[in-house]
C-alpha cells in the first residue's frame, strides 16, 4: 500500500484529498500546523497525523524520514491567504516552501505534487492553458510561480516526479466563511431581503472542492503527465450563474443586489482553464 504524504491536511482542500486519499484505500501521513483543528476532522483516527510547522524548519533534519519515508507528497499548505497582494508569500513563504520541499527531495522523496494557482497566468483573458508564458500579478501569484521554477531547477540535480497542479475556482463545505457561497448562505440563513454583491458579470472557471480533490489525488498517483496541470472544470460561468444555480439547488431565493460591490484589480474578467492535461489523467 502506497504511503502519501498531504501537508496543509486540515485546510478547506486538504481535508477533502486525505478523505478522497483513504477512500482509495491509500495509506495517509497527515501535517498541519494546528494539531487541534486536525483532530476535530471525520478523518483524524485512520491517519497517521504528524503536526508541522514551517516556521519551525531546521535544515538539519532529515524531513523525509521525520514524515516516514512517504511514496508520494502532496503539498496543499500556504500561509497568509486570501491576502494575494501581501508581501510575506513571496518574502518568507517562497523561501520557506521551497527549502522545506528540497529537504525532502534531497532526503529521498520520488514523487512531489504541489498546488499552484490560475493566478500565476495574470491577467489573461479568456481559455488558459499550460504551456502559455506565466505572468502573475500579485505578490502571491509571483511567490508560487517562483517556487514552481525552483522545483523544477532542482529536478535536474536531484531526478524527481514532479506535477504542479494549478487550481481554479471552488466551492463547498468547509470554504472560507467570507466567501461568496459562503455569504450567500449566511444571508439566506439570516432571511435578508437583499445580498450585496458585484455586477456577477465575471466569467471564472468552478468545481466542486470535493471533485477538485479527485482530480488532485489522481494525478498525485500517477506518473505519466507531469509537469503544469490545470484543475478545473473547463467550463466559463458567470459569478451571477453561478449564484442563481445555487439558489436554484437550494429551492429558495433572494434579491441580488448586484453592482454593490467593485470588480477586483487583481484578476481579469473573463478567464477559464483548458483541461487537455487533466482529461489524458482521468482517462487512465
Known amino acids: 500500500?502506497?504511503?502519501?504524504?498531504?501537508?496543509?491536511?486540515?485546510?478547506?482542500i486538504g481535508n477533502w484529498v486525505v478523505k478522497e486519499l483513504l477512500k482509495n484505500n491509500f495509506r495517509v501521513i497527515a501535517s498541519s500546523s494546528d494539531p487541534e483543528k486536525?483532530?476535530?476532522?471525520?478523518?483524524?483516527?485512520?491517519?497517521?497525523?504528524i503536526p508541522f510547522n514551517l516556521a519551525l524548519f531546521n535544515y538539519e533534519t532529515d524531513y523525509f524520514s521525520f514524515f516516514q519515508r512517504p511514496d508520494i507528497m502532496i503539498h496543499l499548505a500556504w500561509e497568509g491567504?486570501?491576502?494575494?497582494?501581501?508581501?510575506?508569500?513571496?518574502e518568507v513563504n517562497l523561501p520557506r516552501h521551497f527549502s522545506f520541499l528540497q529537504n525532502?527531495?534531497?532526503?529521498?522523496?520520488?514523487?512531489?505534487?504541489?498546488?499552484?494557482?490560475?493566478?500565476e497566468y495574470g491577467m489573461r483573458e479568456g481559455e488558459?492553458?499550460?504551456?502559455?508564458?506565466p505572468a502573475p500579478a500579485n505578490q502571491y501569484a509571483k511567490a508560487k510561480d517562483s517556487l514552481r521554477q525552483q522545483l523544477d531547477d532542482l529536478k535536474y540535480r536531484s531526478p524527481f516526479d514532479f506535477k504542479w497542479i494549478r487550481l481554479f475556482y471552488m466551492y463547498g463545505q468547509g470554504q472560507n466563511p467570507n466567501s461568496l457561497l459562503s455569504q450567500l448562505q449566511k444571508a439566506l440563513d439570516?432571511?435578508?431581503?437583499?445580498?450585496?454583491?458585484?455586477?456577477?458579470?465575471?466569467?471564472?472557471?468552478?468545481?466542486?472542492?470535493?471533485k477538485v480533490a479527485e482530480y488532485i489525488a489522481k494525478i498525485a498517483i500517477q506518473d505519466k503527465v507531469t509537469g503544469i496541470i490545470n484543475c478545473c472544470s473547463g467550463q466559463p460561468v458567470s459569478?451571477?450563474?453561478?449564484?442563481?444555480?445555487?439558489?436554484?439547488?437550494?429551492?429558495?431565493?433572494?434579491?441580488?443586489?448586484?453592482g454593490y460591490y467593485p470588480y477586483t484589480d487583481y484578476e481579469p474578467m473573463a478567464f477559464w482553464g483548458n483541461t487537455g492535461k487533466l482529461k489524458q489523467i482521468i482517462k487512465q
Open 1 to 12: 500500500m502506497r504511503k502519501i504524504l498531504v501537508t496543509g491536511a486540515s485546510g478547506f
Open 190 to 210: 439570516e432571511k435578508a431581503a437583499t445580498f450585496n454583491m458585484s455586477g456577477g458579470e465575471q466569467i471564472r472557471d468552478y468545481l466542486p472542492v470535493e
Open 38 to 49: 486536525a483532530r476535530s476532522c471525520a478523518w483524524f483516527s485512520q491517519v497517521e497525523y
Open 239 to 258: 459569478v451571477k450563474q453561478l449564484v442563481e444555480a445555487y439558489l436554484k439547488e437550494k429551492k429558495v431565493s433572494i434579491q441580488l443586489n448586484l
Open 128 to 133: 488558459l492553458t499550460e504551456h502559455m508564458v
Open 81 to 90: 491567504l486570501p491576502n494575494y497582494k501581501a508581501a510575506f508569500h513571496y
Open 104 to 119: 525532502l527531495v534531497l532526503h529521498g522523496l520520488t514523487s512531489l505534487s504541489v498546488t499552484g494557482t490560475c493566478f
